[in-house]
């Protein structure tokens, strides 16, 4: 979707073992990520989002495998081919990623600034002295206030707001060329999730970096991201340019999403809602995943598995809606709310 | 779906998937059915000496497989016998140091504040005690003991540990949400404790319970070996190993088998404890 | 606080509420002064209404609607149940009147018992409060769980068997068995995704509507808490700085904390201009409180000065009465003295050495 782009990620597929069987938690996902851009990855709890994620790092463990087909292009290598050697290079230095919680990414007994300068020696080989005023400038760029002082305390002596900024220092030692960024902000109030995304937005102006957000925050996508790319079930439903995305939302799953989601400045009364829930990733339904709980879905959508439709410039929607727009006119109940009575979720 | 989804059944359908564990369970079986079938099955009586000049110290054989012992009985109904004893003291002793370490533990933990730190100083002095000393010290000072004294003293001297467990888990449970719930919906204090809160504290005791049996076995066989825990003529395989070891040269089967008795004792209650570990933990 | 249509009694009143907890140093655990979660705080709630509490994680919401509830011991002023001092309440009359006031969760994970099935959950009520036994109790269970919307064959299953959204719908059947005329929510659909909060709140919606529910809606999302609450109360610092009808607050925020706090929420919404607030720093340590308005170090507003480090802003009335349906009549009150008008004459901030006089100032206008 973008000419040469950063991160090239091709038919992904992850799958993990379980006692269920199978569970196939990425199925097929493909997108771009372009140099400079932030892409918001959106999408709700088990919809594989977090795994794209750990994917493209390659930290999947034990019980999960990266399908043989799949391929994730970084500045056109293949960084599934790769020996895990060079992957460990690639992690941190052209790769590097943040978490929902940062204490646990925080090593309890190391001070801050040790644990920047860390990267710095494992990664460029900084000696002592140079490690510790590359950890100081970093603390300093993150907007930390008295930097040489901060990079002495240990991460129970900060704020949850302070810990993310001083794992966003950690992720920006190497100037990365992606950031991969997983609920950076859920964890953090809403006042100190607005200085940690203006940061980010500060830090990629300056830096230059790529950006993958992933967020279930349609109000945080909306503010920082230019494309966003909607995953369920384990697939990609929609992606398309922020503003056609908010504007005119294809896919019901995306549409469902924005109804239900409660707006400061929102005038409906009662919220709409998606019923059912989303299926399990060991038995993902036949047809379209999201047909059950779908108010569009008709006969078609249980037979045939709906392939990406172009629906725009950039926009596309993996939903036969795009072939029969004008059924889009007459809702019916879907089947999740007609049987389980909400319960299904 | 619901009869076998309870976390009692989870792990009971874990543990049968072990096969570490359910070797280790059937060895327990076994030993503990020869114990108390002894009466039935043992083949002499334990105490009886048919020759003590012509039969004693006999090496293992087809009418004794285990041999006989320098009084010439013997030595696998003598086994049989002692499990009785080395067995029974052992879970008696420590269902009573669960029980009262249960108790005090949850009290503690569930009360809080400065009635808990008084009953948790009491611990840590308790536990700065070698247990060991403070057996040797109370059997000193008593003389002989019969089988109901020994019992009450190991357990006595072996809830300190369970305590402390205890009382790590009811805190940490009863200022949790399930429990404030419960408060909340006017449960009382007891009902709390005893329906919401005490279940879930319960899997390390019974981890710690089923680690500690094996641990008691040997305790009470070094005192028995020692001559201060079950007096002869009764036997327990301590003070089989006891009598044995005067023998060791002559025959070395004596103290072999109740030797072997209580190393597999042991073994399987670890291995079991270690595996009742896994299958209670609700992160799997 | 509320003198509003005449002959309606507050539910659930409340007067200047402290909860302090005693930061204990060294082996013999004296106290060495005290966190102040909760710092003065007054609030009423009447019947069938909704009055949310929104703030940060520290702001003390959540201490406040415990103590309401006892669940956690005040340091000192009164609770009003319906006329009964709850404070002082000994244990077998509170245990009584825990019927009439329950509460739901945030952690649909940790606020039910793992080793119960959802039928003993929700029936653990109907049991303490001899309410039902037997088969009468069997039906009531499947009553409650239809009525959340879960199914009555669910009774025999597990938490960790269903849904975070699933588990949520148990812990509101839990708190509806006693059949309560009051019910703290605290927090109860942050931990769930989108969709699913939105089945939540409606549920909660439907419930208030047909038991005539009286919510304490504790939340730090002020999109949620727009759709739930008649009357909003913004908490900072163990305070209540500004409560008002939902529509004047988010119509016309008047302390700067609020307007911080509402310009903070993302909209989604790629193309809305708006200003965006963003405090600097961290909400300081309750334990060390600063003086006069606890919000003054990292306050925005043009006219601050001096004083506002001298004089404890008073929570009073500015604007028009402006609330309608369940909120009509309830007063707009804020706790901040440059915004006019205010009962701390000129005379007084200039003693504590203003030198800026009051001035209306509203940088975040119809954030609804």
Redesign the interface.
């Known amino acids: 979707m973008t000419p040469d782009p950063l991160l090239d990620v091709q038919n992904l597929r992850t799958t993990f073992s379980t006692d269920a069987g199978p569970a196939r938690a990425v199925d097929g996902v493909s997108f771009t990520v372009g140099r400079g851009e932030t892409v918001g990855l959106v999408g709700e709890s088990g919809c594989g989002k977090s795994v794209t994620a750990l994917s493209i790092l390659r930290l999947i463990d034990g019980a999960g495998r990266i399908e043989k087909d799949s391929h994730i292009l970084l500045e056109g290598r293949d960084l599934l081919s790769l020996p895990e050697r060079e992957m460990r290079d690639v992690r941190g230095n052209r790769v590097a990623m943040i978490w929902q919680e940062p204490l646990s990414a925080l090593n309890p007994v190391m001070s801050v600034g040790d644990q920047i300068a860390e990267v710095a020696r494992v990664h460029a080989h900084a000696s002592r002295a140079e490690a510790h005023a590359k950890a100081v400038e970093m603390l300093r760029l993150v907007g930390i206030a008295d930097p040489e002082q901060r990079a002495n305390e240990y991460p129970h002596q900060l704020s949850g707001g302070m810990r993310q900024r001083v794992v966003i220092a950690m992720a920006l030692v190497m100037s990365p060329a992606l950031l991969i960024a997983d609920e950076p902000t859920t964890a953090l109030d809403v006042t100190i999730q607005a200085q940690i995304l203006e940061l980010l937005a500060e830090v990629q102006k300056r830096m230059g970096m790529s950006i993958l957000l992933i967020t279930h925050d349609l109000g945080v996508v909306a503010e920082t991201a230019s494309r966003v790319v909607v995953m369920y079930a384990g697939e990609v439903v929609e992606e398309a340019p922020v503003r056609e995305l908010f504007a005119d939302a294809h896919h019901p799953y995306t549409e469902g999403l924005m109804r239900a989601m409660p707006r400061v400045g929102g005038t409906e009364t009662r919220l709409a809602t998606i019923p059912g829930a989303v299926p399990a990733p060991t038995d993902w339904p036949h047809g379209c995943r999201f047909r059950e709980r779908c108010p569009y879905a008709w006969e078609l959508c249980e037979r045939e598995h709906p392939p990406l439709y172009q629906i725009g410039a950039g926009h596309v929607s993996r939903c036969h809606l795009a072939i029969e727009p004008e059924r889009r006119a007459h809702p019916h109940v879907p089947i999740a709310a007609a049987t389980g009575a909400g319960a299904g979720e | 779906m619901s009869a076998t989804s309870g976390p009692w059944s989870v792990a009971l359908r874990r543990l049968r998937r072990d096969r570490v564990a359910i070797g280790a369970a059937a060895a327990i079986v076994i030993l503990a059915l020869a114990a108390l079938l002894a009466p039935l099955i043992a083949p002499y009586p334990p105490n009886a000496q048919p020759d003590i000049v012509g039969m004693a110290t006999l090496p293992p054989s087809g009418a004794h497989p285990f041999g006989t012992d320098v009084f010439s009985r013997d030595v696998l109904t003598r086994v049989m016998y002692g499990g009785r004893v080395s067995l029974g003291v052992a879970v008696l002793s420590i269902a009573l140091s669960i029980t009262i370490g249960t108790a005090y533990g949850a009290v503690a933990g569930y009360v809080g504040g400065a009635t808990e730190a008084a009953m948790m100083r009491l611990i840590d002095a308790l536990l700065a005690v070698p247990r060991v000393l403070l057996l040797l010290l109370a059997l000193a000072l008593w003389g002989a003991v019969g089988l109901p004294a020994l019992i009450l003293m190991l357990g006595l001297t072996g809830w300190f540990g369970t305590s402390r467990l205890v009382r790590e888990r009811v805190r940490a449970l009863s200022r949790g949400e399930f429990a404030l719930a419960a408060r909340a919906l006017g449960a009382s204090h007891a009902r709390v404790l005893w329906r919401h809160v005490l279940p879930s504290a319960l899997t390390p005791v019974i981890v710690a319970a089923t680690l500690g049996i094996g641990n008691v076995v040997v305790l009470e066989a070094s005192l028995s070996y020692l001559g201060i825990g079950v007096r002869p003529p009764n036997a327990s395989w301590g003070n089989i190993i006891q009598e044995g070891s005067e023998q060791i040269a002559s025959g070395w089967w004596i103290a072999l088998f109740p030797g072997l008795a209580i190393l597999v004792t042991v073994v399987a209650f670890n291995l079991l404890g270690d595996a009742l570990r896994d299958a209670l933990d609700p992160r799997k | 606080m509320s003198e509003r249509a005449a002959g309606v009694r507050p539910l659930v009143s409340v007067r200047d509420l402290a909860v302090h907890f005693p930061v204990k140093k060294g082996v013999l655990?004296r106290a060495k002064g005290a966190v102040r979660a909760v710092d003065g705080v007054s609030f009423d709630v009447f019947p069938g209404e909704t009055l949310a509490l929104v703030g940060?994680?520290g702001c003390g919401k959540t201490t406040t609607g415990?103590a309401v509830?006892r669940?956690v011991e005040a340091t000192a002023g009164t609770i009003l149940f319906d006329g009964t001092d709850v404070r002082a309440l000994k244990a077998e009359p509170l245990?009584?009147l825990?019927?009439q006031?329950?509460?739901v969760?945030q952690?649909p994970f940790?606020?039910?018992?793992?080793?119960?099935?959802v039928g003993a959950t929700v029936r653990?009520?109907l049991v303490?409060?001899e309410l039902a036994e037997g088969a009468e109790a069997d039906a009531r269970v499947r009553r409650l769980l239809?009525e959340v919307?879960?199914?009555p064959d669910?009774a025999?299953?597990?938490p960790?068997?269903l849904?975070?959204?699933?588990r949520q719908?148990v812990?509101i059947a839990?708190a509806l068995a006693?059949e309560p005329r009051f019910i703290v929510c605290d927090e109860p659909v942050s931990a769930l995704?989108?969709?699913?909060?939105?089945?939540v709140?409606?549920?909660l919606?439907d419930l208030q509507r047909d038991r005539g529910l009286a919510y304490l809606f504790i939340a730090?999302?002020?999109?949620?808490v727009?759709?739930v609450a008649d009357r909003v109360a913004v908490m900072y610092l163990g305070r209540i700085v500004e409560t008002a009808p939902g529509e004047a607050l988010?119509d016309e925020p008047l302390m700067p904390y609020t307007q911080?706090?509402?310009?903070?929420?993302?909209?989604?919404?790629?193309?809305?201009k708006r200003q965006?607030i963003?405090?600097s720093g961290?909400?300081p340590s309750p334990a060390a409180p600063p003086s006069g308005c606890v919000f003054h170090p990292r306050c925005h507003h043009p006219a601050r000065d001096a004083a506002c480090a001298r004089i404890v802003p008073p929570l009073e009335p500015k604007g028009e009465m402006s609330g309608s349906g369940k909120s009509a009549g309830a007063p707009h009150l804020v706790a901040c003295i440059k915004q006019p008008p205010t009962t701390v004459d000129d005379a007084t901030q200039r003693a504590a050495g203003a030198t800026h006089p009051p001035q209306r100032y509203l940088p975040v206008v119809?954030?609804?």
Not at chain 3, 193 to 199: I, M
């Open positions: 655990g940060e994680s415990r509830l669940l245990r009584k825990r019927r006031m329950q509460i969760f952690d940790s606020s039910l018992n793992p080793r119960m099935t653990e009520g303490i409060h239809e919307g879960l199914r669910q025999s299953r597990y960790h068997e849904s975070g959204g699933q719908r812990g839990r006693v995704d989108v969709s699913v909060q939105a089945q709140v409606n549920l919606q730090h999302d002020l999109s949620v727009q759709h988010y911080a706090l509402l310009s903070a929420v993302p909209v989604p919404d790629p193309d809305a965006r963003v405090l961290d909400v119809g954030a609804r």
